[in-house]
């Protein structure tokens, strides 16, 4: 076990919305504090990946600007809602590869107020003509189905619901009402309000069964972890040795082919994929975790993966929400910092923010939302086309 | 420049699909690109068939016979786009997952997974020459 890769220091800012910032801003901010954390700086840095999706391009380098131009490589990295997990993923793979000993890895996304994600207007064009890789005459959203992203996973909820009993709009909404409740504890989520299951259900239906309150908001934010092989690690005082988090597992994915995948992304089969490789790798199993950060993007989206990341029986997502097993409480506490929905979901961020959590339970640094004696956590994201990322952590012996 | 001038100006089509993998005429359907090699199907072009890597594809067409499974009524969608509608995940009954919209239920809360559905299609619009825009979807059977 000497070759593994640490999370020496992490750190996010508050998710919400920042219109007096850039994105160059809150990168800077989650490095800084990173960097602190770790009790180290820049200067110590082998490596940097920076992962944003909606930015500028070059965040990297920019950042470098902001708190240190050492002349270290530098990855600008982006897959979709994947990015920040691909961010640390790029450092973990320099470090095990002998490249690097220590290295940062950061995601930032500034999204304001951008509303519906996907999902085009009809187009101008005032004469037919086909184009594209469909030959198509007009924007096909809204004729051909849906292309919005509540809907899209609307339609990934549904599917489970159609394969598997017990699933049905009470279920979905269960998994918002334990998202919005969780985030009142976290005071770096984005939103901190309860909502009743009555006040989820009857909030305005973006995409039938995904009501707006069991959608993930837009914003801005951002998240960092310095990455430190185990060797220089033992070279440090044991006080930093003992707030530092294993990395038993990193792991990324992509979608093999499905037949339905042409049409509709598969969220599940590189989840499954991720979650056996992880699982495998950290010799641990989904019964060991004591807490898991995963990609609820949508309330639909949630429920699917208790059951791709084998927090359930197979077929029984229904069943684990309903007897209460992801609530923090439960046998597997889920997205106790309010997850996507509640917490927020600034895109490049996210995948980093999903460890700086777990990281931060598993040293019981938690405060109010603590899971006592958290040993083992597991983060997962998603980014539709599709990159799956999973990282299981464990604290430090 | 006098090339393009001394053209014979193009047949205006009284109607399009919307998108090339629809056929219209007296027996409106879809086909698909089907590899030769292990019958995944497409329907854009692919240099290789994502499942098994082969180059050849034969173009086949899809049945019109198919089962919804999986749905979202969509109340949000972007300017323009009428709501709400029913947009749908369906298995054909050879097998092809297609989306589409279910059309033709008085009320979109009666979608129901499961349900049988069966291809139609319907005009969606009209460009400045005339040409009528001819969509599909899936109709209760």
């Known amino acids: 076990m000497g070759d593994a890769v640490w999370v020496l ?55 470098q600007k902001q708190i240190g131009q050492t002349g270290i490589p530098v990855y600008n990295v982006t897959n979709a809602c994947a990015t920040g997990a691909t961010a640390i993923r790029t450092v973990h793979l320099a470090i095990k590869a002998g490249e690097a000993e220590m290295g940062l890895a950061v995601g930032v996304e500034q999204m304001g107020k951008m509303g519906l994600l996907r999902g085009g207007s009809k187009s101008d064009a005032n004469v037919y003509e086909p184009s594209g890789r469909h030959g198509a005459v007009t ?81 801005d934010g951002a998240a960092a972890a310095v990455l430190v092989s185990e060797e220089r690690l033992r070279s440090m005082p044991d006080e930093v040795q003992k707030r530092a988090v294993k ?119 938690a405060g109010d939302r603590q899971v006592e004696g958290a040993k083992v956590g597991l983060a997962h994201v998603i980014g539709l086309g599709s990159a799956c990322g999973i990282h299981i952590l464990e604290k430090a012996a | 420049m006098s090339d393009e001038e001394n053209e014979a100006p193009a047949e205006v089509p009284t109607h399009l699909p919307i998108v090339d993998y629809l056929v219209l005429g ?12 292990c019958e995944a199907r497409y329907f854009d072009r692919r240099n290789a068939c994502a499942r098994c890597g082969q180059g050849e594809f034969a173009s086949v067409r899809v049945d019109n016979a198919a089962t919804l ?34 059309v033709g239920l008085d009320d979109p809360m009666k979608a129901a997974l499961g349900m049988r559905l069966t291809l139609t299609t319907y005009g969606c619009g009209t460009d400045d020459n005339g040409t009528e825009c001819v969509a599909f ?5």
């Open chain 2, 26 to 37: 007296d027996d409106p359907h879809l086909v698909a690109n089907e590899c030769t090699g």
């Open chain 1, 9 to 63: 220091g992490t750190s996010m800012t508050r998710f919400g919305r920042y219109p007096d910032l850039d994105a160059v801003d809150l990168a800077a901010q989650a490095s800084m504090d990173a960097l602190a954390d770790g009790g180290v700086t820049i200067h110590d840095m082998d490596i940097l990946a920076a992962g944003t999706l909606f930015q500028q391009s070059g965040m990297g380098q920019r950042l």
């Open chain 1, 247 to 365: 990395i038993s597992a990193s792991v990324l994915t992509s979608d093999p082919w499905v037949e339905s995948g042409q049409v509709q992304p598969d969220v599940n089969t590189l989840t499954r994929n991720a979650a056996t490789q992880a699982y495998e790798t950290a010799g641990v199993g989904p019964e060991d975790l004591d807490l898991v950060e995963l990609h609820d993007c949508f309330a639909t989206a949630e429920l699917i993966h208790y059951d791709n990341l084998g927090l359930c029986e197979r077929g029984g997502a229904g069943d684990f929400i309903d007897s209460g097993g992801p609530f923090r409480d439960g046998r597997t506490p889920v997205n106790v910092s309010g997850g996507l929905i509640s917490k927020g979901h600034p895109i490049g961020a996210t995948g980093v923010a999903n460890v700086y959590e777990v990281a931060t339970h598993l040293r019981g640094e």
């Open chain 2, 137 to 141: 979807g899936y109709a209760a059977a």
């Open chain 2, 69 to 102: 499974r999986s749905f979202s009524v969509v109340h949000r969608a972007a300017p323009g786009i009428p709501v709400p509608y029913v947009s749908a995940i369906v298995r054909t009954d050879d097998g092809t997952s297609v989306r589409s919209n279910v």
């Open chain 1, 139 to 219: 924007a096909v959203d809204g004729i051909l189905g849906t292309e919005t992203m509540p809907g899209v996973f609307a339609q990934a909820g549904m599917e489970y619901a159609y394969e598997n009993a017990g699933v049905g709009f009470e279920q979905f909404a269960r998994v918002a009402y334990k998202n919005h409740l969780h985030s009142t504890l976290n005071p770096l989520a984005q939103y901190r309000k309860e909502f009743s299951m009555e006040e989820i259900m009857g909030s305005p239906v973006q995409s039938y069964p995904n009501t707006l309150l069991m959608c993930c908001p837009t914003g």
